[in-house]
């Protein structure tokens, strides 16, 4: 099926995203590096605008959009505060939590009953997160007791709110893919630059940090842009599963982590080691039950 491919190329750029996204917010002011990454996207889809593939849509056609925007800037609030602050090989493999979030709220709100293999998943992988509290004490201090641990796993529920709106967007509403990459990253820009300018006036940053510019800010917009298009093209698909789509995505987890613990060096452990396949494993048992 194409949208397993087109979700499967999403987690590729999603990885280095990351990889990026932490080099980017290492000493640094987060807001100014969220915007430069959401008006990067709104750079590079501009010319599409102007030449008419991305509408100019009616105002009430485009508050659904504006919510997401919302909620993609809530999240990214806490996320990117957490990896400014924590190791990548803590932050990523928590980031993949949003498949877990995804599949509740299906139980929750649509009705929606996993099968064995999903709640075997479900509970390999929370076992898995335990592991990475005790791996992560050394690191981070007392693990569920880390304000940045508890603002990535809530950024991360946010972010499956997201992931269940997009389907909402896309399938039901049938907005176009280009068309809701366009807008609500133009809607987060306002947002971020507003709040920028709250803080200027305030003279302070939301990380205490001062603001440096750095051309990789660029690119982790840029590897942004590629990963989202194939995800939001992915769920545009009518068959597509946005559970299914959301741990595919996730996968992403495997190259950010390996990147913190082979590349920069972040501290290894035979815990952390275990916790990070019991996830992938998790992960997989949730994906083969759609199957």
């Given at each position: 099926m194409i949208w397993i491919l087109l979700a499967f190329s999403s987690a590729f750029f999603l990885g280095f995203y990351d990889i990026s996204k932490k080099k980017a917010l290492s000493h640094n002011a987060v807001w100014p590096v969220?915007?430069?990454?959401?008006?990067?996207?709104v750079i590079c889809l501009f010319p599409f605008f102007l030449m008419g593939k991305i509408?100019?849509?009616?105002?009430?056609?485009?508050?659904?959009?504006f919510l997401k925007a919302l909620i993609v800037t809530s999240s990214w609030a806490f996320t990117f505060n957490a990896v400014a602050r924590l190791p990548l090989s803590?932050?990523?493999?928590?980031?993949?939590?949003?498949?877990l979030f995804t599949i509740l709220m299906a139980v929750s709100f649509m009705g929606e009953?996993?099968?064995?293999?999903?709640?075997?998943?479900?509970?390999?992988?929370?076992?898995?997160?335990?592991?990475?509290?005790?791996a992560g004490k050394k690191e981070s201090g007392s693990f569920f007791r880390n304000p940045w641990v508890i603002a990535m796993f809530f950024g991360s529920f946010l972010g499956a709110c997201s992931g269940v709106y997009d389907k909402y967007l896309l399938q039901h509403l049938k907005y176009d893919p280009?068309?809701?990459?366009?807008?609500?990253?133009?809607?987060?820009?306002?947002?971020?630059?507003?709040?920028?300018?709250f803080l200027v006036l305030k003279k302070k940053t939301s990380s205490g940090r001062p603001f440096r510019f750095h051309p990789i800010m660029i690119l982790v917009g840029f590897l942004l842009l590629i990963a989202d298009r194939f995800y939001f093209l992915?769920?545009?698909?009518?068959?597509?599963?946005?559970s299914v789509v959301t741990v595919i995505r996730r996968s992403s987890v495997i190259i950010s982590f390996l990147w913190g613990i082979l590349i920069i060096k972040e501290h290894k452990s035979k815990t952390k080691y275990i916790g990070f396949m019991g996830i992938i494993l998790g992960l997989l048992f949730i994906t083969l039950s759609k199957g």
């Open positions: 969220l915007f430069f990454c959401s008006f990067t996207t509408p100019l849509i009616e105002a009430e056609s485009q508050l659904p959009i803590i932050t990523a493999p928590i980031r993949a939590s949003a498949p009953r996993p099968s064995v293999y999903q709640w075997l998943g479900i509970g390999i992988t929370a076992g898995s997160y335990f592991l990475f509290s005790i280009l068309t809701v990459q366009f807008w609500f990253n133009l809607y987060m820009s306002a947002i971020q630059l507003g709040i920028i300018g992915a769920l545009h698909e009518p068959d597509a599963l946005v």
